[in-house]
């Protein structure tokens, strides 16, 4: 069975740093791509960016570009997604998806339980 | 950008179908995600027409030139949630959501 586990919920100020994570298990962790997604409360699914653990390959979202880091840890089967400086606009729950690529089409097929990040004075 | 409509309503047992425009759809099909309130999306339709283990057969989905479409056939009432739209942009290098539909069994 595919699993992704994502971290617990944290709390945070603003301008402080954070690292969630997200370690899949049951399948190949680096023969597909692991992909971010937010979710501001009340509000729809952003895409952030996706890693391919395999290589380290990276896209990133032209509107997080700069704002986050995804990165991988293939040797624990881990993704994560980092914030050097929050803002209280990053209040959000953020999932983590396993994504499968091809040439005219692309989905996730499973997803994590997602990580609630709140940022708040 | 991908365009979906905010709500739309459906009587229990009848046929409803959702829709996503956005140009990059003429190069590539959409992925639609159904997602429950508290709860993380769902996989319900890729490719083509394809279902992942465990979707109902009552979904199907298609795609002509800048629409890809999502039907349910038979609407139950499990079926109400926020469902979205999913594909690359144009430069296909990157993906983007469309903005949701809520769907209401009535």
Known sequence: EVLLVQSGGEMKKPGESLSISCQGSGYSFTDFWIGWVRQMPGKGLEWIGIIYPGDSDIRYSPAFQGQVTISADKSIATAYLQWSTLKASDTAIYYCAKGVVRATTYWFDSWGQGTLVTVSS | ?106
């Open chain 2, 1 to 106: 950008e991908l365009i979906q409509d905010p709500a739309v309503s459906v009587t229990l047992g009848q046929t409803v179908t959702l829709t996503c425009h956005g140009d990059s759809l003429r190069v590539y099909y959409a992925t639609w995600y159904q997602q429950k309130p508290g709860q993380a999306p769902i996989l319900v339709i890729y490719g083509r027409n394809n279902r992942p283990s465990g979707i109902p057969d009552r979904f199907s989905g298609s795609n002509s030139g800048s629409t890809a479409s999502l039907t349910i056939t038979g609407t139950q009432a499990e079926d109400e949630a926020d469902y979205y739209c999913n594909s690359r942009d144009r430069s296909g290098n990157h993906l983007v959501f469309g903005g949701g539909t809520k769907l209401t069994v009535l």
